[in-house]
């Protein structure tokens, strides 16, 4: 985790995309917890609620020494209210997480057409640019958790369904890389989470490219009616 950890926080942007959001979960706890254990400013914005629903309820971790100073756990009922409690409590350092994409580009749809989605997808961008802004006069990294999502694929006539993350081309052009998180099964039991840098533009990633962080079983956080043994 040091290693990822470490070339997280060389980056302005990271993409965190997964398959299946019990995968989220685990790996932004681990990302989460790693941070705070060394002593950085965590900022989470949870719009899915399901990482607050599962610190709530199920975390065993005792995160109230630090819940208020270097832990947020924002939960924005748009974007418009978010700015100011974020500016109010930002120190040097650390990570801002945004969880998730498409739950804010849900949130700046009016209505599920193409055109909207083009709409969206801009003023999601636009969002992003202005939490970077901040996460700049901060030197903190931003952290974009992407469910990823079939889509059909015509080649010649043959239609084929592919898992492609969300934001298209702008996730893309934002992120300095994006990872993918999936779970490692050995006998049907969930060993742990690898994460792969896929799409690298950021420096700290260059040269490691398909390379593979591992993500113990033991640094893992599952619900209990989630977890998969």
């Known amino acids: 985790m040091k290693s990822l950890i470490y070339d997280i926080s060389e980056s302005e942007i990271v993409c965190l995309a997964y398959d299946d959001s019990q995968v989220k979960l685990g790996s932004i706890q681990a990302i989460v917890s790693s941070y705070l254990n060394a002593g950085k400013q965590v900022h989470y914005i949870d719009y899915d609620l399901q990482y607050s629903s599962a610190l709530q309820n199920f975390l065993t971790v005792d995160f109230d020494k630090v819940i208020g100073t270097e832990f947020h756990v924002l939960q924005p009922g748009g974007v418009d209210d978010l ?3 974020l500016f109010t409590s930002l120190m040097k350092g650390g990570v801002i997480v945004l969880d998730s994409f498409n739950s804010l580009q ?4 009016v209505e599920p057409s193409p055109t909207d989605l ?23 990294t931003i952290i974009i958790l992407n469910l990823t ?3 059909p694929t015509n080649n010649e006539g043959i239609v084929t369904w592919e898992r492609n993350i969300v934001g ?17 099964y050995n006998s049907q039991k969930v ?3 690898t994460i792969t840098a896929d799409t690298v533009s950021s420096e700290s990633f260059r040269g490691r490219l398909n390379d593979a962080y591992q993500v113990p079983v033991n640094e893992i956080f599952y619900p ?3 977890y998969r043994m």
């Open 83 to 85: 700015v100011s409690p």
């Open 191 to 193: 060993e742990g989470i």
């Open 106 to 109: 849900n949130l700046l749809s």
């Open 168 to 184: 298209g081309r702008m996730t893309y052009f934002k992120s300095d890389v994006i990872l993918f998180a999936k779970e490692d």
């Open 224 to 226: 209990p009616f989630a």
């Open 149 to 151: 999502k079939s889509r």
């Open 118 to 140: 083009a709409t969206a997808n801009h003023r999601s961008a636009v969002f992003v640019s202005a939490i970077q802004m901040i996460a700049r006069i901060f030197s903190k």
